[in-house]
């Protein structure tokens, strides 16, 4: 277990990792179709994705964060 005070950082990573593996996913079947080697080039179109989204989703989740409490009610 990682202590609570890296929960931030964690959440980004994991938000990150699904985020851009799914998106990326998408973005191949529809460019490449289901053919041979699919999962190589999903994966060679995540791997250099996720490594700019994650340092993203720790820059822009608290501007996101801080926006949303904006409009949203206590």
């Known amino acids: 277990m990682i202590p609570a005070r890296f929960a ?3 959440f980004g990573f994991v938000l990150s990792c699904l985020m851009s593996f799914l998106v990326s ?13 699919f999962v ?10 996720w490594s700019i989204a994650f340092p ?12 949303v409490n904006g409009f949203v009610r206590a």
Request: net charge positive; glycine share 14%.
């Open 8 to 10: 931030p950082v964690a």
């Open 56 to 67: 993203v989703v720790l820059v822009v989740g608290p501007i996101a964060r801080r926006i």
């Open 25 to 37: 996913g998408i973005a191949t079947f529809r460019n490449a179709g289901l053919t041979d080697g």
């Open 40 to 49: 190589a080039h999903w994966v060679g179109a995540w791997l250099p994705s």
